[in-house]
């Protein structure tokens, strides 16, 4: 089950939705967050329009085909709640700053003895 941050339950209340569609993502690496699927942010449609036979038209409005059906409303990107966007899990007693310095130290070990050269 995806966990949504407070301001998502914020949204849905405020808006008038219809309906909700999420983009699950997964990864098939374990090291990635399982919320998210690694990419570190939640995509969220929120139909305040439909379900309708022809795409919903009009400003800041976006139509969305959903099983057979058509959708109107908006999509909304939060960042992942529990791996605070950093698309790894998040053990909560690190700092940002401490994943910060994780991930860099990663990315250094996969690029280690890349040759940076001149374009």
């Known amino acids: 089950m995806i966990q949504f941050p407070p301001e998502f339950e914020q949204l849905i209340r405020a808006t008038g939705v219809r309906a909700a569609f999420v983009s699950e ?3 098939p690496h374990p090291a990635d967050c399982k919320n998210c699927g690694g990419l570190g942010t939640l995509n969220i449609f929120l ?17 969305k ?3 057979g059906k058509w959708w109107g409303g908006k999509t909304y990107e939060f960042d992942c ?16 700053f401490e994943r910060d310095k994780q991930v860099s130290k990663q990315i250094e070990l996969l690029t280690e003895g890349w040759a940076m050269k001149d374009v």
């Open 81 to 96: 709640p529990v791996c605070h966007s950093l698309a790894l899990p998040y053990k909560g007693t690190e700092t940002v």
């Open 65 to 67: 085909w959903v099983d």
């Open 25 to 27: 993502t997964t990864s």
């Open 47 to 63: 139909a305040t329009i439909g379900p309708l036979q022809s795409p919903a038209v009009g400003r800041n409005i976006i139509a």
